[in-house]
């Protein structure tokens, strides 16, 4: 699996430190601004042990922040791998190709996409999606699960190596993006438009940086305006997704499962319209609701989960073998008797590791969240690596994902890549 090594010849280029620093200049205020919200929001969550909790989320922040630190310090690794950089982002983009069409044929029932009444009704078109997916699992899903860890190098690979890839691998990988982003808008979801926005701005940068690819003035600024334009019509469209989706906490101003309404004489919702009202209403949820469930959590008892409770995709295989009672174990499904919901709502990522961890663990696999990030994205920066490029995006989507979920290992196909590209990372990383 692993060729000899060689030492490259070619010195690194040299990197500051505020280069070194860029993903957590933009972490660290975002689950700050998350925990503000939980704190001093729109939504008022009743927590019994504020103390606790806040203590916690103060610890965990911090651990994978030292983590991260620790991992950005010293040289990038350069891979030792059998496989050049150019083959793998081939493989990658030749099986996205040949995957995307089947893919939007079975997750959306058609490949005729109706992307403007999905976008005018995006509520509608999440109902038609979810009821065409329950009825059972498609082929194609399994081949994505044999072939999650070539699939998840597509878009970082082909976006960090732009300039060495050819023309046709070009508009394959664009096709491959801008598919999976329709698909994602007709069947009334946000999650591809939000990790295609995280993760294209860090990689291109990553790329810049390393010498990869140099962008210049004039491209640099035009992907500071397609970033802006990206996040704008993002964040119209979920605010869209959010008054036509059927019980929408945001729509009607009532949240159920913590039994208290909308402030809407704060100070975001005030003398606002009520398209702005119902936006803000919904990223506030989104961004907060599982700090909520972090609280009751943190209130029961640790039951161990030895090692499936992490993700939701593993305990149910597990659930198949062992039977049901399985299910009711990790922190999310057990704290359900306070109207909690484990499969529906979100429990940001603490509950979901400490499953399996206790939360006193989860502290410490904080801290190597925060390493492994940190080393990424340090290999990303030495522009050796390509393996390095694909675990950075890995983990900016976790850590991006921490106030929601353990997002990279919930679905089969996150599952197994995250898994294999880590390991396969770290036995050919080489400094």
Wanted: aromatic share 14%; net charge positive; proline share 6%.
């Amino acid at each position: 699996m692993v060729a000899h090594v060689k030492r490259p010849r070619s010195a690194a280029p040299p990197l500051q430190s505020r280069a070194r620093l860029v993903p957590v200049m933009f972490a660290i205020p975002f689950l700050a601004l998350s925990v503000a919200l939980f704190a001093f929001g729109p939504w008022p969550y009743k927590i019994r042990n504020p103390e606790l909790t806040y203590g916690f989320l103060g610890a965990a922040n911090l651990a994978w922040l030292l983590g991260y630190v620790g991992g950005v310090r010293g040289t990038p690794g350069f891979y030792g791998g059998s496989y050049s950089a150019e083959r793998l982002t081939a493989w990658s983009i030749g099986v996205s190709v040949v995957l995307i069409i089947p893919t939007i044929w079975f997750r959306a029932g058609t490949l005729a996409l109706d992307l403007v009444a999905s976008i005018e009704n995006p509520g509608e078109a999440y109902l038609r999606s979810r009821a065409a997916r329950s009825r059972s699992i498609p082929f194609v899903e399994h081949v994505r699960l044999l072939f999650g860890p070539v699939l998840v190098m597509m878009l970082p690979l082909s976006t960090y190596y732009w300039r060495r890839i050819g023309t046709l691998a070009r508009f394959g990988a664009v096709g491959v993006i801008a598919g999976t982003c329709a698909l994602y808008v007709a069947i009334g979801t946000n999650k591809a438009l939000a990790d295609t926005l995280v993760l294209l701005p860090f990689v291109l940068l990553g790329g810049h940086i390393s010498r990869v690819h140099r962008l210049s003035f004039g491209r640099r600024t035009l992907v500071i305006l397609a970033a802006i334009t990206g996040a704008l019509a993002f964040l119209l469209f979920f605010g869209q997704t959010q008054s036509t989706r059927l019980g929408s906490s945001a729509s009607v101003g009532y949240f159920p499962a913590i039994g208290a309404g909308a402030d809407y004489t704060h100070v975001l919702l005030r003398d606002r319209s009520t398209e702005w009202q119902i936006a803000v209403l919904g990223v506030s949820s989104y961004l907060t609701q599982g700090y909520y469930a972090l609280s009751l959590s943190l209130g029961e008892p640790w039951v161990p989960t030895f090692g499936m409770g992490h993700s939701l995709f593993l305990i149910h295989q597990v659930a198949d073998v062992l039977g049901d009672w399985v299910l009711a174990l990790p922190y999310p499904m057990r704290i359900e008797k306070y109207g909690w919901n484990g499969h529906r709502l979100w429990s940001s990522i603490y509950p979901w590791i400490a499953s399996d961890v206790s939360f006193p663990g989860t502290i410490v696999v904080m801290y190597f969240v925060g390493r492994f990030w940190g080393q990424s994205w340090l290999d990303t920066l030495g522009g050796r690596n390509p393996l390095g490029v694909v675990m950075f995006a890995q983990f900016t989507i976790m850590v991006f994902y921490i106030p929601a979920n353990n997002q990279v290992l919930q679905s089969p196909e996150g599952f197994f890549a995250f898994w294999i590209t880590l390991v396969w990372w770290r036995l050919t990383r080489y400094r």
